[in-house]
């Protein structure tokens, strides 16, 4: 299987034409990876371009690909997004991680009342940007054509704005509707995540009253960094994607 490196500046191009690699991802790549002439590598925009194609010059500053095949893949629709309850350690970040290689669309930091973390002040920069890179190597690593967006931080207010615009999706061990039973109806879905404690009571009849549907992955208790993951793999069937 080739490497895969990221360039969004990518932009249009065709076979026999030649792409360039230079940063911190031709160093990567010539350092670390060991890339070297005659090399097959593919290269992405994070926006659905692809070109595969043969190395002709590798140098940690820069690195030129003759292109041998493009590949433009168009955008899942419906598309699926996580909105992540904050969480302590790195749970919430394992969750952002795998879901990326699952094939998630977008995640959405949640504020929720049960949150141990807070993002605050310089905080909320530096956490959007820590996920931005999460997504963005686990891309990467799973050769996916798109970077999931990282929306803004949001508060259970801004998710009940969002229940009435998608089909949000609360998970809920208590909830009576297994997620395996749900039909997809077109529209795009928000799977919404509380953090270790749940989602609370006055949490869940926001959300619910916005629209969502509280749904359940059966009896097991699963972790707010396993939940997630679980419960795309299972959209991932519904919608056809698997």
């Known amino acids: 299987m080739a490497h895969f490196y990221l360039n969004e500046l990518l932009g249009t191009t065709e076979p026999g034409s030649r792409v360039t690699l230079e940063g911190s991802e031709a160093r990567h790549a010539v350092s670390v990876s060991r890339i070297k002439v005659g090399d097959s590598l593919r290269i992405g925009n994070g ?7 043969t190395v002709e010059a590798a140098a940690p500053a820069e690195l030129t690909l003759l292109v041998e095949s493009v590949d ?18 790195d749970r919430d970040e394992l969750a952002v991680q795998a879901a990326t290689e ?8 949640w504020a929720a009342q049960r949150s141990i973390v ?9 956490g959007h940007d820590r996920w931005s890179a999460i997504v963005r190597e686990a891309s990467k690593q799973s050769i996916r054509p798109w970077i999931p967006e990282v929306g ?5 207010k801004i998710l009940c704005s969002l229940a009435e615009q998608a089909r949000m999706l609360v998970l809920d ?24 404690g749940g989602v609370s009571d006055s949490e869940l009849e926001q959300l619910v009253r916005s629209g969502a ?19 795309i793999a299972v959209l991932n069937t519904a919608l056809g994607r698997w």
């Open 173 to 196: 061990p208590q909830a009576d509707t297994p997620l395996s039973q749900l039909r997809p109806d077109g529209r795009d879905v928000v799977l919404v995540v509380g953090p270790e």
């Open 118 to 126: 807070k993002w605050e002040g310089a905080k909320v920069r530096k």
């Open 152 to 156: 803004d931080l949001a508060t259970t």
């Open 213 to 231: 549907e509280p749904v359940s992955l059966g009896s097991p208790i699963l972790r707010t960094s396993t939940a997630g993951p679980a419960a």
């Open 47 to 53: 926006s659905g371009l692809t070109v595969t194609g």
């Open 102 to 109: 699952l094939g998630v669309d977008g995640v959405i930091p």
């Open 72 to 89: 433009v893949t168009p955008a899942a629709s419906p598309a699926i997004w996580l909105a992540q309850a904050l969480a302590k350690g």
